[in-house]
């Protein structure tokens, strides 16, 4: 048998995943430019205020990642289940385990990381100091990875409804809210001056538990859901 | 033990021995529940600050602490669903739902209730509503997942996988408010060590979360014994009691 | 087929297997055992259970039904749906198929889709092919495929007469050459090979 090792399986299909994403460039762009709509939003419904829109800059910048992941996890495992190459996936010799996190990986590098390296410029738009943009792509960088294997926990349980879009929502919100708090408390850290290692190194630490726990549910959702 | 596990396994002796146990442990319930309001409304001294006000926590906290165990005794009746394939921990599981979501329910609204003679609001983003308010979250997130699948075994399995990894993510959430929210009252009840609770309030106190405590299994039994039903209808069992009950 | 030892070892036995849906029994007790060489049809009518029993035997299924499976040898499965990404090519397709089967090198790829008719559509986006290109690009799997035990769910399907002689053709290599077929068809192979046929409701019979 000629079944590639497990490391050069996952390695491919973080390839076919990147190829995938690239070849419909505007799935890659949505996010942002959601992300860009919703931050045009606030000063609409807050009023054009600096002070008061840098106050509020971290939570909102953190709230409008964590949205704009929230949409596309959705489709991780959707087309994949439509066309029935979920069911070879399962049925494939290497541990599901490291097979999903190769397609969370290719998430979070085509939605976390991008959004991440663009925040920046949303940032000075919403007078966010100067002193914490360092801070804010770091902990989004740290943070959209959890929320990227947290939100597949719910992509791999909905995958096979016809209606999973709003219901994911529901299921996951309430596990995102943890990364809600640090993620934004490190940048209002940033902001006023305080240490935002702390904030950040317990943001690893979910990173950590989310990559040992999260792949083993969203194998039995898969499991779960090409079964059903 | 093994033929225990077995017979747990058993739809019909399950129905006939929670018709067992629930004909002695409601009555239970029900004269514990009223004995437990009556002594904790009626013959405890008023709080020295709050007053009178303070008796609604002989509802809200019984409520919040079976709210809680609730989740876990779902998530525990998921795992074993999902390791040894056992269908009534299935049912169990799924009958937890709606009733740990009916308690949290309960505690958010006496603990409004409560707020608002204390600190003059309805509503306080404080620490514990907070999280509260996430349980009631999570609760409906299983109850909707259960409904939108079609296939019910299959709905009962995504439901178990949901509620583990609730209850991995409890313990995360609630340290998260809690340091999100650092100015909250500490945890006055405590069963070792000194309690700052006064004997004569605590005692009524520990009787309605026991009391809360059968309510829960009772409503559980009683779930279960309805999901049974329905799940087993066409078996010969539930048409032989369909009849008995019929000629009665 | 020479006489060793390992040709008598099933690939996949297959003990007391129940499956019941909405309260209606589809089979009960189905005991078989699938050696190299075989070549086994599931017999029975639309919504007889076919489809569930093949994909209870590939791993598919894991509850909902009583029995026990055991699979002793790689296996492919192909199911009803293609599998096929419209965005990458047929030969990206095949390259980094998710069944995790092989490593294939462009050559036998090639190869493989010269055997199913795609010559020259190696490197067109797959959205340009038809839904019969696509099952054939899926097809080409089989040609590529080392796993002795294959599984195929109606293989036949909007697949035209050529094909259709070929993929028989291929069947039967394959279990000549000590592999073993276990497949659901509607219409009877055309092939001088020995068809063993599974009946959901009686069981194995030659």
New interface residues.
């Given amino acids: 048998?000629?079944?590639?090792g497990t490391l050069?399986?996952c390695l491919?299909?973080l390839?076919?995943q990147l190829?995938?994403a690239f070849?419909?460039p505007i799935e890659i762009g949505n996010p942002l430019l959601f992300f860009a709509m919703v931050v045009a939003l606030f000063p609409l419904g807050l009023g054009p205020a600096p002070e008061q829109l840098s106050g509020f800059a971290p939570g909102i910048l953190w709230i409008i990642a964590l949205l704009s992941n929230l949409l596309t996890s959705d489709a991780v495992f959707r087309?994949?289940f439509?066309?029935?190459?979920?069911?070879?996936?399962?049925?494939?010799?290497?541990p599901l385990f490291l097979?999903v996190l190769a397609y969370i990986a290719a998430h979070w590098l085509v939605t976390g990381v991008l959004l991440a390296l663009v925040s920046p410029v949303f940032a000075l738009m919403l007078n966010l100091p100067v002193q914490a943009v360092g801070v804010l792509v770091a902990s989004l960088l740290l943070g959209s990875a959890v929320l990227s294997l947290v939100g597949c926990i719910g992509a791999a349980l909905t995958v096979g409804l016809k209606r999973g879009g709003m219901l994911i929502s529901l299921l996951i919100l309430p596990f995102y809210m943890p990364v809600l708090i640090f993620g934004s408390a490190a940048v209002q850290g940033a902001v006023t001056g305080v240490p935002a290692g702390p904030y950040l190194a317990i943001l690893g630490a979910m990173l950590c538990l989310a990559i040992a726990l999260a792949p083993l549910a969203i194998a039995a959702g898969l499991?779960i859901s090409?079964?059903a | 033990m093994w033929t225990f596990f077995h017979k747990l396994g058993s739809p019909p002796w399950l129905y006939s021995i929670s018709g067992t146990i629930l004909r002695w442990l409601l009555p239970i319930t029900l004269v514990a529940l009223a004995a437990g309001i009556v002594w904790g409304l009626l013959f405890t001294a008023p709080d020295f600050r709050q007053g009178n006000s303070y008796r609604i926590i002989y509802i809200h906290v019984p409520a919040a602490v079976v709210a809680l165990a609730g989740y876990y005794v779902m998530a525990i009746a998921g795992a074993i669903s999902l390791i040894w394939?056992m269908k009534m921990a299935d049912v169990a599981m799924k009958a937890c739902a709606p009733i740990g979501a009916a308690l949290t329910f309960i505690a958010l609204v006496t603990g409004s209730i409560w707020g608002k003679p204390t600190w003059g609001t309805w509503w306080v983003w404080d620490a514990r509503i907070t999280s509260m308010l996430i349980l009631l979250f999570l609760y409906l997130g299983v109850v909707a997942l259960y409904e939108a699948y079609d296939n019910k075994?299959a709905a009962g399995?995504a439901c178990a996988v949901l509620s583990l990894v609730g209850m991995v993510n409890i313990p995360i959430i609630y340290k998260s408010v809690d340091w999100w929210y650092s100015l909250h009252q500490p945890a006055s009840i405590k069963f070792t060590g000194e309690s700052s609770i006064d004997p004569s309030m605590l005692y009524p106190l520990l009787l309605m979360i026991s009391a809360f405590y059968a309510l829960f299994t009772c409503c559980l039994l009683m779930n279960m014994r309805a999901e049974l039903l329905e799940r087993e209808a066409?078996t010969n069992w539930v048409q032989r009691l369909a009849k008995q009950e019929g000629r009665s | 087929m020479p006489d060793t030892p390992t040709a008598h070892r099933p690939l996949l036995s297959a003990s007391g297997l129940s499956l019941e849906r909405g309260?209606r029994e589809l089979f009960s007790a189905l005991s078989f055992e699938v050696l190299p060489g075989h070549l086994l049809q599931i017999e029975g009518a639309n919504g007889a259970g076919k489809t569930s029993l093949i994909r209870i035997l590939?791993?598919?299924?894991?509850?909902?039904f009583t029995g026990s499976v055991t699979r002793h040898a790689?296996?492919l499965?192909l199911?009803?749906?293609?599998?096929?990404?419209a965005?990458?090519t047929p030969r990206?397709n095949l390259a980094?198929?998710?069944?995790?089967?092989?490593?294939y090198d462009d050559e036998r790829i090639r190869d493989a889709l010269a055997r199913v008719g795609l010559y020259g559509y190696e490197n067109v986006p797959s959205h340009a092919l038809s839904a019969g290109q696509h099952r054939r690009v899926n097809l080409a799997r089989l040609y590529l495929s080392?796993?002795p035990l294959w599984l195929l769910d109606e293989p036949f399907t909007a697949i035209d007469r050529s094909g259709v002689l070929d993929l028989e053709n291929l069947l039967v290599e394959h279990v000549e050459r000590g592999g073993a077929v276990v497949m659901t068809s509607h219409q009877a192979l055309q092939v001088t090979y020995e068809v063993r046929f599974l009946s959901l409701l009686e069981g194995l019979r030659l």
Wanted: a positive charge; proline letters at 6%; glycine letters at 14%.
């Fill in positions: 048998m000629s079944a590639p050069p399986f491919r299909l390839r076919r190829v995938l070849r419909r087309s994949d439509e066309d029935g190459s979920l069911e070879q996936l399962l049925l494939s010799p290497q097979s499991r090409v079964d | 394939k075994e399995k066409r | 309260g590939a791993g598919l299924s894991r509850y909902g790689p296996l499965y199911g009803h749906q293609a599998g096929v990404k965005l990458l990206e980094w198929h998710v069944g995790g089967e092989g490593d080392e796993s």
